[in-house]
């Protein structure tokens, strides 16, 4: 059965109402449907405002100098960092349903793949929510970093600007830090955490891989050189604010170039 409408319906399910469980559901959903055919991607042509998208009532969103401290040696710093990546999943799953809900032109590739994205983040989600719920809390009761939509209200008039900053910045930038957090937790025998970890660095790696192809797609149609253009969006977004150390080995992977790699190297640097 094919539903008028349904991706829409779905996309805005997800984006535009605040309950986690109504999130978590419409993504399951599309997942199902897209995988039976039941469901069709189609161009939204009026997409609601990016700033409009719906948070859930708790965590509360505050500045970062109000978020709790998260020292992995003792159990509350572990909560309060387990805490900090999930709603780091949690807003990767709004990330991923608006860029197949919002840019029109784009091959139905396009929206499946990031429909495919959303849905990954929402088994990355569930699983830091289990490890929490292990530890006695949950994802809700600790506040949360208010600025990791910013960009994506930056960059939601531009699909090419989106993708420079999303995947290829910040989702690029979770695959330089992860490990060191495995590390960490390491350090302090927490096998459980690790291997959610572990998992969503495996997975991060394919999501900036389709921001790299899908960046590279839009750019040369618009008959532009992708790292020229890349680099000049780094500029206009982070103005020279780019942090490394870089993880060398999963950037390539996920479809940096050598040149791109030692660009940033001098940027972080400076
Ligand atoms: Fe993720
Ligand atoms: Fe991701």
Redesign the pocket.
Known sequence: MRIANSFQVLAEACLFQPAIEAKLEATRAAELALASGALVPAAVTDPRPAARVQFPECPALVEPRHLPRRSLTSPAGRVAFLHAVAHIEFT?ILL?WDMAYRFAGLPEAFTRDWVG?AC??ARHFEAVRSRLRQLGADYGELPAHRGLWELAEQTAGDVLHRLAMVPRFM?ARGLDVTPGMIDKLQAVGDAESVAVLELILR??VG?VALGSRWFDYVARQRGLEPEAAYFQLIARYLHGDVRGPFNRTARLQAGFSESELQRLETLGAA
Request: hydrophobic letters at 35%; glycine letters at 0%; proline letters at 0%.
């Open positions: 990767a991923a994205v990954e983040e989702e997975e991060e999501h």
